[in-house]
Nanobody, 127 residues
Framework: QVHVVESGGGLVQAGGSLRLSCAAS????????MAWFRQAPGKDREFVAA???????????DSVKGRFTISRDIAKNTVYLLYLQMNSLKPEDTAVYYC?????????????????WGQGTQVTVSS
């Protein structure tokens, strides 16, 4: 059974930093992409960043390019670890952030490109 679990959200002032983590297990994700999406109240879920597990190629939304960094750890005990380092945070970054796994294409910027999802973690940036 696949499990995808995010952690690391919280409340931070504008200009601050947070690091989100995601642990995915239950299958091999070596040949897939993994990504972060976010969803603010009343808005659609939007793409933030993605990484190809094999090779580490990355892709970022323009709104976070230069401020956010996606990375992954080599699989350990079949747990795939995904990170999102968020710097220079802005109030408009406030949202629930979701980890997505098993992206079967590249680039993969649509939620429909991913088969496994976490429950989300809240990020709130105060002005």
């Amino acid at each position: 059974q696949v499990h995808v679990v995010e952690s690391g959200g919280g409340l931070v002032q504008a200009g601050g930093s947070l690091r989100l983590s995601c642990a995915a297990s239950g299958r091999s994700f070596n040949n897939y992409a993994m990504a972060w999406f976010r969803q603010a109240p009343g808005k659609d879920r939007e793409f933030v960043a993605a990484i190809k597990w094999s090779g580490g190629t990355t892709d970022y939304a323009d709104s976070v390019k230069g401020r956010f960094t996606i990375s992954r750890d080599i699989a350990k005990n079949t747990v795939y670890l995904l990170y999102l380092q968020m710097n220079s945070l802005k109030p408009e970054d406030t949202a629930v952030y979701y980890c997505a796994a098993r992206g079967t294409k590249w680039p993969a910027r649509s939620p429909y490109d991913y088969g496994d999802w976490g429950q989300g973690t809240q990020v709130t940036v105060s002005s």
